[in-house]
């Protein structure tokens, strides 16, 4: 069943058009992420779902009920801030009671809440602390207990780890997840960050120019990208504009060349497609091929692989878990990724090596007619 939905919802800000016909539905019970780069609409998507906006046009139903013109106090969403938004004159407790004082809880039933959503996001034992006296990590936690302890049917973060140092950042990610899956409450998260995305997610709503671009699984928008900007944006990549070759694979396989990158002056890369990347030939194609995707040999090039090439180190970096490799042809370059320790010791520029790739690591993304004009 779906908790809420987004129905051709557009937001235009005078001439500046934030989000045009976006239209999803995020399921009951799932953690749902907005991901996309910086002024993409996802915050407007996520106050148009809050109501904190209204769309220019479209609907938003939260629970089967169309709240498009309902006020935010009306919508049973609990929402959480990149900038925490406690009360700093309030201590833990009050903070977290605030809600529910509101709703004119019971006293003992509101201890009671408040106790459970501090002990959920455990922090049972700072209730008398003052906000000043915590530290960020904390602070987003109250902040979280303060969102759940009125049971809304939603909660919406709107990059509420931004703030974070990298490592507690990504303790907070698995606090996340966790308190997430114990409610089971509807979640979307905004962030611009792809890992917290893909390691979070049940599914994503990639934005791009205030357009939906893809809606899927961390694992089919990684490797499935539905577009160029989907690819882009979503991890490193080397995009080939490839073409069509004349002569075809005697194993059956498709060849294509790729006019940008040259092998040796004057002959351009060439590789062969399987019939399991294209069912059949197109004139030109936009491959995207990821730098984990290519493996190296130092010495000689793997037995038996087609796609092998010679290539020169132009660049090496070292990032702990991996080796981030810059290889170049005669003209055209590479990223690589091997994971650490792949070499006794690190290449460096200048080193020549081989690489390779399987004929299924080349993903299409864009694909245009062939002369019998189809796709
Ligand atoms: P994101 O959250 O992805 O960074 P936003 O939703 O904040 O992006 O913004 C999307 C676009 O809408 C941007 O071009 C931004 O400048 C514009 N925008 C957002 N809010 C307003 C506003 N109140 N007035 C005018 N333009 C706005």
Redesign the pocket.
């Known amino acids: 069943m779906s908790a809420i939905q987004i129905q051709h919802v557009s ?1 235009h ?2 001439n ?1 058009i ?2 045009e016909d976006v239209q999803l539905e995020v399921r009951e019970g799932e953690f749902f992420s907005l991901l ?12 148009i779902i809050a109501g904190f906006l209204k769309p220019t046009s479209g609907f938003i139903s939260i629970g089967g009920q169309d709240v498009t013109d309902l006020p935010p106090y009306h919508r049973n969403c609990g929402m959480v801030f990149q900038d925490y938004a406690l009360f700093p004159h309030l201590n833990v407790f009050e903070n977290v009671a605030y809600g529910l004082k509101i709703q004119k809880m019971p006293r003992q039933k509101l201890k009671e809440r408040v106790v459970e959503s501090l002990s959920l996001v455990h922090l049972e034992k700072y209730a008398k602390r003052m906000p000043h006296q915590l530290s960020g990590g904390q602070r987003q936690r109250v902040a979280i207990a303060r969102a759940l302890a009125v049971q809304p049917s939603v909660l919406l973060l709107d ?1 509420p780890l931004s703030n974070l140092d990298a490592k507690l950042r990504k303790e907070m990610q698995f606090e996340l997840r966790r308190i997430q899956k114990r409610v089971g409450i509807t979640t979307i998260l ?1 962030t ?1 960050d792809q890992e917290e995305a893909l390691s979070l997610s049940d599914r994503i709503g990639v ?1 791009g120019n ?1 357009r939906l671009q893809q809606l899927g699984a961390p694992l089919d928008v990684y490797r499935k990208p539905a577009n160029r900007f989907v690819a882009e944006f979503i991890g490193q990549v080397n995009l080939l504009e490839a073409r069509a070759e004349e002569r075809q694979d005697s194993t059956g396989a498709y060849r294509y060349e790729v006019p940008g990158f040259e092998v040796r002056e004057g002959v351009p890369l060439s590789f062969e497609v399987s019939r399991n990347v294209l069912k059949k030939p197109y004139s030109s194609v936009l491959f995207m091929l990821r730098p984990e995707r290519i493996s190296i040999w130092l010495n000689h090039p793997p037995e038996g692989s087609e796609n092998r090439r010679r290539v020169t180190l132009t660049d090496v970096s070292y990032i702990g878990n991996a080796i981030r490799l810059k290889a170049a042809f005669a003209k055209g370059e590479l990223i690589i990724q091997v994971p650490d320790p792949h070499f006794p010791k690190l290449p460096k520029p200048g080193d020549e090596m081989y690489i390779a790739w399987e004929p299924e690591d080349l993903v299409p993304l864009e694909i245009k007619e062939d002369e019998h004009g189809c796709r």
């Open positions: 937001r800000f005078g500046n934030a989000l996309g780069p910086s002024g993409c609409g996802k915050s407007t998507l996520l106050n990059e905004v611009h934005l205030g």
